[in-house]
């Protein structure tokens, strides 16, 4: 279809939502009858070829028999590929993460096999016979539960997303890295869990009035552990023995985990096997040594348990470079640890005009968020971001504002603004603002 350019100048207009093309969803999406004017479809239309009436060869014959597990098409296998980090290599193998491919993923929900993995010690091989839980401490009576025991309580459902404190590291360096979203970002994932609240089985145990923290240990061989309030534990913590439906994989801590929702991915111990109840912070080894986070005058904060507002453009992103002038869809995820997202502004010259994306429901207390933004790219080089604002009234920084805030070296709890730059060959890549 021909495109009337005078027209599509029109639409633009009054469409206008921010510099650079931003445009309403609705105009967007609108028909062209309710327009008043001569187009076939929406505004968005025109992208769409005549159909042929050839039939193809997989319409002529049967197709592969019932297969007893599915795999992503082998047409799309290769996107979906991880992107894997070893930094410490030989020095220890067990150490290190993958990413969720993010940029290739609609919806909010991680499918299972695309969960991020951070792992100081591998994954452990656990029999779940052998494997059992123990709630010992400040407590009336201290209690084993083999994995039997823990299936025959109640269970709850809780969708959240999990962020590794180390998320978004590559960009705290003093040159943007020419990274996908999925390696810049990728360590964040969504998931619906299904567990027992946490509460359940600490008020069987019966909490001792002097109880201000515990400690959730792991039964890998790094034996992870992380101190966390009682208030939190008692509030919307689970232990997770499914996820996504199936029980919780080996790599995200078969067969049980636990889940706190919002706050850093290292406090969602893995392999879950002691729970202490104690007066005090323990100050283990994984929050002193490391996640903690260094202030310009040399101090540093430790327990920043919540993770921060933030967002990314997923598509269009890093390393992708986009067809040829005209209409796109925007998209991205926004999510907080500390309650649901309220906004997200996108702008396309770099901050300097703002429009409200559009987000798409069901809008979840730390999950991830879906938002999307009608734009129409000239082919002149534009600056995209997105800035979230969550129900606290928690507002994204700028990259600027945010090495400032921090002491020379700090890589944890990065979340301020991304910016892709797309140039006038269609080409996007990360850059600082
Ligand atoms: N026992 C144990 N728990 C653990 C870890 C670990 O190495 N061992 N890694 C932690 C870290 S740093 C993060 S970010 C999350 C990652 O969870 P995932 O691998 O399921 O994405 O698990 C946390 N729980
Ligand atoms: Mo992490």
Redesign the pocket.
Known sequence: MKRKPNRIASQLKAGRVAANGLIDRRVFLQRGAATGLALAGGIASGYAANIGDNAKPWQKTIGAPMSAGGSPSRFAQEKLKRGVLQPYGEIAPG?G?SMTPIHELHGTITPNGL???????GVPDIDPAQHKLTIHGLVKRPLVFDMEALMRYPMVNRICF??????SFFNTFAKPRPLPAGMIHG?V?CTEWTGIPLSVLLDEAGVDAKAKWILA????A???G?SIPLSKALDDVIVALYQNGEPVRP???YPV??VIPGF?????????HRIKVTDRPLHAR?ETSH?TDLLPDGKAEQFTFVMGVKSVITRPSGGMTIWRDGFYEISGLAWSGASKIRRVEVSADGGKTWGDAYLHGPILDKSLTRFSMAWHWNGEPVQLQSRATDEKGRVQMTHGQWMAKYGAGQRYHYNAMQTWAVNEHGEVSNAYL
């Open positions: 150490s993460a969960h991020f993995e951070r792992h100081h010690n999990i962020e590794c404190s180390g998320n360590l994932s240990e792991g039964a890998d790094a034996t992870m992380r790599e995200q801590g985990r636990l850093e991915g290292n406090t969602s111990i893995k392999w879950l994984d996640y």
